[in-house]
């Protein structure tokens, strides 16, 4: 199977028309009729873009090797774009995602406090 036919078959799956995948992807619907006639190749980072919107994994796309998406589970949604994360990345944004509550819980009950005072 040619890499135009993974990219057909992984929009037919996802119920996806041409023109919704290039909207999303901020191109011409005619770019993605070429890469799904193998007619065209897109580069990196629309690659990197169409496997998240397929939620498929970069090998299968290009070599057909497997279909699903690594078994880390590690996944973030960014601008409607699936990125896998390393457990390391993972590890990060997640002590991050807590110092940023902790910190935004401390503002607010300071705000609380400042409130009262002024409105004493």
């Not at 119920?15 to 011409?28: C, E, F, P, R, S």
């Not at 299968?60 to 896998?84: H, M, Y």
């Not at 997640?94 to 935004?104: G, N, P, Q, W």
């Amino acid at each position: 199977m040619s890499f135009g036919t993974r990219l057909r078959q992984a929009r037919n799956e996802k119920h996806l028309t041409q023109n919704q995948v290039a909207v999303k992807l901020g191109i011409d619907f005619t770019t993605i009729s070429k890469y799904e006639n193998d007619r065209s190749q897109p580069d990196n980072e629309i690659l990197k873009e169409l496997a998240g919107i397929y939620e498929v994994s970069l090998d299968w796309l290009l070599k057909g090797d497997r279909k699903e998406e690594p078994a880390s589970g590690n996944k973030i949604l960014v601008g409607g774009t699936v990125e896998e994360l390393t457990d390391e990345e993972a590890k990060h944004l997640l002590d991050s995602l807590e110092m940023f509550r902790l910190l935004k819980a401390k503002r607010e009950k300071e705000q609380r406090r400042d409130d009262l005072y002024r409105n004493k």
